[in-house]
């Protein structure tokens, strides 16, 4: 057990509905990482927040995604007007930062009708 | 362009034997590497690390190498049993400490 979990464990939506999915690492995590995998890839970077500053973005993240860590704690990672290709699972990680590893979360598998 | 490749999808071992799992970077600036253990429906799991001023890290019954010079590492596990049975993910980090994955290998250790 990581102790990050992630809520909900799937997500079945109609496209162009907006999806929201939360994640809670453990209080030593100050670093909280999102990451989307699909089938038969390894998991691609999204975004990183240092407590509650999101210090980098990849260009994978478009302007209809967005993530918040209010106070340090959880994270919510929201995606806008869904589209297929959102179809994924996405993966939250806490690192304590430094050279400790990440430790991810069990994901939230997002499906696009 | 893919910074991290596992050009092997699949590996099967016979139990008890050695499974070798490889990995080959292309971003010099990687100076961390790390091997997770993935199973259906759950997330991946922390195995082991190395860091680029090591050629070698032992936990156990895994051992990780690194061969700067090649741009590779690999991931010994000896001796193999049935619950090895997952897919391996190698990944590495620079400064941004954000993670770039390989694509995976499926292990299956037989019986």
């Known amino acids: 057990d990581t102790g990050v979990s992630q809520d909900p464990r799937h997500k079945i939506t109609k496209r162009g509905q907006n999806v929201t999915f939360r994640c809670d690492p453990i209080s030593e995590h100050n670093r909280l990482y999102w990451y989307r995998q699909t089938l038969g890839q390894g998991p691609e970077f999204l975004t990183y927040f240092q407590n509650e500053a999101q210090l980098e973005k990849s260009r994978l993240l478009s302007d209809r995604f967005s993530a918040e860590r209010p106070k340090g704690s959880f994270s919510t990672l929201e995606i806008q007007r869904t589209e297929q290709g959102d179809s994924a699972m996405y993966l939250c990680?806490?690192?304590?930062?430094?050279?400790?590893?990440?430790?991810f979360g069990d994901g939230t598998r997002l499906s696009i009708l | 362009d893919q910074q991290v490749k596992q050009n092997s999808p699949s590996l099967s071992v016979q139990e008890g034997r050695i499974s070798i799992l490889n990995c080959d970077y292309t971003n010099s600036m990687f100076d961390y590497f790390l091997w997770y253990k993935k199973y259906p429906a759950e997330g991946p799991t922390f195995l082991i690390s190395?860091?680029?001023?090591?050629d070698k890290n032992e936990d156990g019954r895994f051992t990780v190498f690194l061969n700067k010079s090649a741009k590779h590492l690999s991931l010994h596990i000896v001796p193999s049993q049935p619950g090895d049975s997952a897919v391996y993910f190698c990944a590495a980090t620079g400064s941004a400490r954000q993670l770039t994955f390989g694509s995976g290998t499926q292990l299956t250790v037989l019986p």
């Open positions: 190395i860091s680029s001023i090591k």
């Open positions: 990680a806490g690192s304590r930062g430094g050279n400790q590893p990440q430790h």
